[in-house]
């Protein structure tokens, strides 16, 4: 089985390069080939997503950001893989052809249901702050907050990556086939080349001075100085023989050894900005199960990854509010968004007050989403005009404790996927190197991810501390959520997004379009959004949610209309598995 499977993923990987080659003006295409069932599958699944269908399959289905990781998935699955082997492919290849969102310099969460046990498992493979890194770190001498990017340009910025100790954790514990051939079809993607897609030669063009200020970056995405073009072959070696040390090695190949070295110095010497990483933060790093975070919505269990993370917590309370209302009058009308902008207004709220890394600071996880006090914040909604003003509630608290705001912003990179196989295991994991291109710093290969800016820059207001401000060891808060919607104790929907702190609208809309506006995946993440976080209402341009600025004004929301890029793949799961894959981005829905 082991032989045949490495036989199958090189031959395809070959022949799909050749046909890559073939038709490097447009790159999206060229995995259309005739070669094989699945080339001829990404072929249909690029047709179902141009054409607005949902994807559909008896067995297996993977649903990622770009089609080549899609394939290698597919690939495991149809040999037999289960989700969480075909997790370690799809990452291992979205680190190479979507290098700017997530890889192995970045961190994850999954949230994994077991088909055996039916048990469900969040893992969290969030970076973490170096040991010798203080609350100061994002300030000024005088104590103020640095700019964005001169915080995330540069070794700073960067954290102990967890993302590929989170593909052996997952492997170790649920994978079937062998850890070194999971990683053949993106070793053979890297050192044979891919033609670089329009989205990472867009972003690139958009970046370029950033990316021009370190020697290997500049390399590697500025090719004789000039933006990588779409089409353009992109050859890896590095990152296959990173892969290669991965394969022989595992995890600990990555995290020891000349590789951590080399990401050290990478770090400590950053011209400009170095940052505080050491040999030590590597080596301590480890993956944590945290248990998952539920929330009720009608009749079903929304579950997702806790602290760090701020998603499954914020994503279940505004579900948890809206439960009580009714949705039915659809997305485009006024007072359905007057109820789910507040909601999230009054989820964000908590959020910015409570949340942030549970194993620092006590974080009433439980209090946040307790149906009781839920109700209380829900009260608040029973008006027919924006709230005038929202602020932080009162949950349950297993202490007595008392945290200043936050209100730091998130910026958008990241990258979702979704996976069932064929014994019916779930994975859905959001992974990222934060924003677009990390730190810029890159090593072997990889790009280093600028985690540590999810932190609060300000450890105080008015003198009381933030919660989400930085520590030595401790991980920043997340927006990212992976979810996985259970009814009866059975998986029915797996969904996520990229998209900063509107990831959680996202999500949250993603599920209201399904459970309640009867929406296919795919008209579910595709559905234009609408999305408020500390006030603002944004309206997606160019779509028929502008419709709603006029009434929102009209109730007293400050209305902004602007590009609003989610990365959404979700997967439903009945009799048949239905894929779908977000139009704003480059990815498909796989299966069989
Ligand atoms: N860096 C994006 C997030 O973790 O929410």
């Known amino acids: 089985m082991r032989r045949l499977l490495l036989g199958l993923m090189l031959v395809a990987a070959q022949t799909a390069q050749a046909q890559q080659a073939a038709d490097a003006v447009a790159p999206e295409a060229a995995t259309s080939g005739s070669f094989d069932a699945i080339s001829e599958q990404v072929a249909r699944s690029l047709a179902a997503k141009s054409d607005g269908r949902v994807v559909e399959a008896s067995n297996w289905m993977v649903a990622a950001a770009n089609p080549w990781a899609a394939e290698a998935g597919a690939r495991v699955l149809g040999a037999g893989g289960t989700a969480a082997d075909a997790l370690v492919a799809v990452q291992a290849v979205l680190g190479l052809v979507e290098p700017q969102s997530s890889g192995l310099g970045g961190g994850a969460f999954l949230v994994y249901f077991d088909a055996a046990s039916q048990e469900l498992t969040t893992l969290d493979g969030r970076e973490t702050a170096p040991l010798n890194a203080t609350p100061r770190l994002f300030q000024d001498d005088g104590g103020e907050p640095l700019g964005f990017f001169d915080a995330v340009v540069g070794g700073r910025s960067v954290g102990t990556p967890g993302t590929p100790a989170l593909m052996q954790a997952a492997h170790d514990r649920w994978g079937a086939l062998p850890w070194e051939d999971l990683l053949t079809p993106a070793i053979a993607l890297a050192d044979t080349g891919f033609p670089v897609s329009a989205r990472l030669a867009g972003l690139v063009e958009r970046d370029a001075e950033r990316l021009g200020r370190f020697e290997a970056t500049a390399s590697y995405f500025l090719p004789q100085g000039a933006p990588l073009r779409e089409g353009a072959m992109l050859v890896n070696t590095d990152y296959a023989d990173t892969l290669r040390a991965m394969a022989d090695g595992g995890a600990a190949a990555f995290y020891s050894g000349a590789i951590a070295r080399d990401i050290v110095s990478t770090v400590q010497q950053a011209d400009g900005n170095p940052g505080v990483l050491s040999t030590l933060d590597l080596s301590i790093y480890e993956v944590k199960e945290r248990a998952p975070v539920c929330a009720v919505f009608r009749a079903h269990d929304v579950c997702g990854m806790g602290p760090p993370s701020s998603g499954a917590l914020t994503v279940g309370q505004i579900l948890g509010m809206l439960d009580g209302f009714d ?243 979700a997967i439903s799961i009945s009799d048949v598995l239905k894929g779908g894959a977000d139009p704003r981005r480059e990815g498909i829905a796989l299966g069989q």
């Open 327 to 569: 949705l039915g009058a659809g997305p485009l009308d006024a007072e359905v968004r007057r109820l789910m902008g507040d909601a999230a207004r009054l989820a964000f709220a908590d959020r910015g007050r409570y949340m942030a890394d549970s194993d620092y600071v006590p974080v009433p996880v439980d209090g946040l989403v307790d149906p009781a006090y839920l109700a209380t914040r829900a009260a608040l909604l029973q008006g027919d005009t924006a709230l005038p003003e929202v602020t932080a509630g009162s949950p349950e608290f297993d202490h007595a404790l008392h945290w200043a705001d936050d209100t730091s912003l998130e910026f958008p990179s990241t990258s979702h996927f979704v996976i069932v196989d064929a014994s019916g295991n779930v994975a859905s994991m959001t992974t990222t190197i934060e924003n677009a291109f990390g730190s810029r710093l890159m090593v072997r290969g990889f790009l280093l991810n600028n985690e540590l800016t999810d932190f609060s820059f300000r450890s105080h207001a008015n003198g009381v501390p933030i919660a989400n401000r930085v520590a030595p060891g401790k991980r920043p808060r997340s927006s990212m959520s992976p979810t996985i919607v259970l009814k009866d104790g059975a998986p029915v929907l797996a969904i996520g997004s990229p998209g900063g702190s509107r990831i959680i609208g996202y999500v949250a809309q993603g599920i209201v379009a399904h459970l309640v506006w009867g929406m296919d995946v795919q008209q579910a993440v595709a559905l234009p959004h609408a999305v408020n976080r500390f006030g603002t209402y944004d309206l997606e341009a160019g779509t028929a949610a502008e419709s709603l600025a006029e009434p929102l004004a009209a109730m007293g929301y400050e209305v902004n209309t602007r590009a609003l890029t989610s990365g959404l793949h």
